[in-house]
């Protein structure tokens, strides 16, 4: 009887707040004891300040925890049911693991139970463990799986997110003081923190397999154009902020050196980020973009560049090139020389210049010189100019008169590397050579009670974004544009504000790369004897073709979809065919570049051109080449994007076939493929189309797929016949 009852009180119908509220306390109780002992034996807090943190995170825990239970059942019913149950298990799992071997979820442990076998995960298996995951996760699983819930109206839900939401930005706003040492122990704190350690690290882990495995969009093949001896010296600096530069005005004495050093050109620049990722990406990419093409680094190096990354830092984005080196792996090199100081990446980088093999080097040296919480470890002892320092997170939140003093001391030891650099760059004479310093973001040094770095950019403040932006280059390398006095800059001026994205084309031009991606407005330097760098930039010289104004264009060309980078493809119909049903029409092609307001015309169709189908018979024929005058029809077009001077045109002359034609625009050739049904895909990174014909044998009418290069050979057959 007694049993029955509680059975029917068990199954008794709860509001959605009640579990939620149930779900919510037993999550913070059952699975995260250890970090709020982590918690209260790591903060230096007094008695007051320790209570308010924990009441402050107890809060924050309950709050989201709600949240996101409530939000999960409402919306997802049963599926949020089996995933508040799995939870559950697995939260069991971690927390026996914790306290069992003292273990934290982080990235690591999470790749490597990713990368363990069951041979090997089987010898963790133990009654204590099976027990420990029945008791606190198969019975708490079995309540949100099986109790009944009144889930209630949407208005509810909105109000009670609501509520929470408001709840977690209100204590966060009152605890952003912590911010310094949650940085310092955010790895400890996100290990421990259930359910979100395991979640919040499996999509690092996942995330960071995919960077790994992303292919980059390959950008248009270019090539160096002359022989001169020329290295350029990139410097990622890391958490540098402008304002404690004395180049920019810093009332403190932290650039002896560079402020002294001749020839050295300083520019006022933001970063497009305020964290590492994204800002090194921004300094290395060819425009501002979410999508991943090619970095300078690994363009350069596809290019002939003989480049070398050396780097004591990490975040960056995928680099693929010969020789990169960390400062673990430069330690081994030179044992003499401490690891955990950026002085290493400098160390034997004459003789590594010197010695190369090639008349084109890129360094890139990524450093991590003014990288917190912990500041005063980052410089050597006879750099510690500015004193007391903060040595810890405590002081540096308790004084930020001596946080700011270490940091300074980090920007002296900048300004050291950097001048030592120049210095060995300049006595290098059989090289042009250039040193470029720019920092991936700034960093907040306790003003409004903020630290570090990381906001959105709508709400950073301005030391998180506004950076260090400065250059030397030896005698007689390239001459500067000049800066602008307004916001606007006029044709070979800069504005007075640069940001990220000037280093890649600036590089270019250093290492004299002829290039369809090349933009001179991102350009710091005057071109080399004032020509540009690639054909559609406005160079006359460079081109075969008739290099035009973008306004002899005819109004009524109409701009082709597959447009890339700055460059489009327009079809006019010069002249409509005679009549219905004829196919007499004349029509141009035009490819434009529309960021310098310039345009090449390809091709115009002459209705009278002849097929070349008898030249192109056989079942491995190459395409063919035809004269520029004998494009037949043209449709449609696009832009090959690994080589954007030529244009892919189809069209159908004769009612039947369609005529596909690779035309090169700068010279005026063109070559007709043995293809009848048109281009259907297209793998760039092979550079390859795929074209499709049609023929006939017994069972009737078939279509085939073939491969060919973007200069028209056939290189192989994709698939088996398809029949309509």
């Not at 310093?437 to 570090?452: P, W």
């Amino acid at each position: 009887m007694r049993y029955n009852k509680m059975i029917r009180f068990l199954r008794k119908p709860i509001p959605l707040f009640v579990f939620s509220c149930i779900v919510s306390i037993g999550t913070l109780l059952l699975y995260n004891i250890p970090f709020f002992n982590f918690v209260a034996s790591n903060t230096n807090e007094s008695i007051g300040g320790k209570i308010f943190l924990l009441a402050s995170l107890v809060i924050i825990m309950l709050a989201l925890n709600f949240m996101m239970t409530y939000l999960a059942m409402f919306l997802l019913r049963i599926v949020g049911r089996i995933l508040l149950a799995v939870f559950s298990i697995i939260n069991a799992t971690a927390v026996y693991f914790i306290y069992t071997y003292s273990v934290m979820i982080d990235a690591t442990t999470i790749e490597n139970v990713f990368n363990t076998r069951y041979s090997e995960a089987s010898g963790f298996f133990s009654w204590s463990l099976w027990l420990f995951i029945i008791a606190f996760g198969v019975l708490p699983a079995l309540f949100c799986l099986l109790q009944p819930v009144v889930y209630g109206k949407a208005k509810k839900l909105g109000i009670y997110c609501g509520c929470s939401l408001v709840v977690i930005l209100a204590v966060a706003s009152m605890n952003i003081s912590q911010t310094l040492w949650i940085s310092q122990h955010d790895t400890e704190l996100g290990g421990l923190l259930q359910p979100w350690s395991y979640v919040a690290n499996t999509f690092r882990v996942i995330s960071s397999q995919q960077d790994e495995q992303a292919e980059e969009i390959m950008l248009p093949d270019g090539q160096i154009t002359d022989d001169e001896k020329a290295v350029v010296v990139l410097v990622i600096g890391e958490s540098a902020r402008k304002a404690n530069f004395q180049l920019y005005g810093y009332e403190r004495n932290t650039n002896p050196l560079l402020s002294k050093q001749a020839g050295l050109k300083v520019y006022q620049a933001n970063a497009c980020a305020t964290y590492t990722t994204a800002g090194t990406k921004a300094i290395l990419e060819y425009k501002d973009t979410d999508d991943l093409y090619e970095l300078l680094p690994n363009y350069a190096f596809r290019m002939g560049v003989d480049v070398s990354w050396r780097t004591s830092n990490w975040g960056e984005p995928p680099i693929h090139i010969d020789e990169y080196l960390t400062n673990d792996d430069l330690g081994e090199i030179y044992p003499d020389e401490k690891i955990e100081y950026d002085g290493i990446l400098l160390r034997g980088l004459r003789e590594r210049i010197e010695s190369s093999k090639k008349n084109k080097v890129l360094i890139v040296l990524h450093t991590s010189t003014s990288h917190g919480p912990k500041y005063a470890s980052k410089y050597p002892k006879e750099f510690e100019v500015y004193k007391p320092v903060a040595r810890n997170v405590e002081e540096s939140e308790k004084n930020v008169g001596m946080l700011v003093n270490a940091y300074d001391n980090t920007i002296l030891y900048t300004d050291f590397l950097l001048n030592s650099l120049i210095n060995t760059l300049r006595s290098m004479e059989e090289w042009k050579s250039a040193m470029i310093f720019i920092s991936d973001h700034g960093e907040s040094l306790g003003e409004n009670n903020m630290f570090m770095h990381g906001l959105p950019m709508r709400l950073a403040p301005k030391v998180q974004y506004e950076i260090p932006f400065f250059v030397w280059t030896s005698d007689n390398f390239r001459d500067y544009k000049s800066t602008s006095g307004g916001e606007s800059s006029g044709m070979d001026e800069l504005p007075v504000v640069l940001e990220q994205h000037y280093i890649f084309h600036s590089v270019l031009n250093l290492l004299s790369i002829k290039s369809p991606v090349y933009n001179k407005d991102y350009d710091i330097f005057k071109l080399k004897d004032g020509t540009s760098t690639n054909a559609l930039t406005g160079s006359k010289d460079s081109i075969e073709a008739e290099l035009l104004d973008i306004g002899e264009m005819p109004k009524t060309a109409v701009r082709q979809p597959d447009a890339h980078f700055q460059y489009a493809v327009y079809i006019n119909e010069d002249k409509p065919a005679s009549g219905e049903g004829e196919m007499d029409d004349v029509k141009s092609v035009w490819l434009a570049n529309e960021r310098s307001g310039t345009v090449i015309k390809v091709c115009v169709t002459n209705p009278m051109a002849e097929a070349q189908w008898s030249r192109m018979s056989g079942k491995v024929a190459d395409g063919v080449d035809v004269p520029i005058t004998q494009i037949a029809a043209a449709d449609k077009a696009m832009i090959i994007p690994v080589d954007l001077s030529k244009v892919i045109v189809e069209g159908c002359p004769d009612g039947r076939n369609i005529w596909t034609y690779i035309i090169d625009a700068h010279a005026g050739t063109a070559i007709q493929l043995p293809s009848t049904e048109g281009v259907v895909g297209c793998n760039w990174n092979k550079k390859e189309i795929i074209a499709a014909s049609y023929g006939y044998d017994d069972d009737g009418r078939y279509s085939v797929k073939k491969a060919y290069s973007i200069d028209g050979k056939f290189l192989r057959r994709v698939g088996e016949k398809e029949r309509e």
